[in-house]
């Protein structure tokens, strides 16, 4: 399954498979910078749906949603 994955990227140019410096049996997969610019243009378009569906809601929601941010945040990243 991974593979096909690896493979299906590969195709595509976003990731090169090379060899280990020490074992040639093991394949080391690296992101290309096509890779990294199609991550970075995704992630400008979340961020901009985000930001247009935050703006449909009630200021009071949006504050809300905001004041609660940071408190969200902690608990992500604890992992509580």
Known sequence: MFTGLVDGHEEEGLVVRKSHVKDRRIKVIETTSERKWA???????????????????????????LEGHPALIERLTSGS
């Open 39 to 65: 991550f970075t243009r995704s992630q400008e378009q979340y961020e901009k749906r985000i930001a247009e569906l935050l703006l449909t809601l009630p200021s009071d929601m949006r504050r809300a949603m």
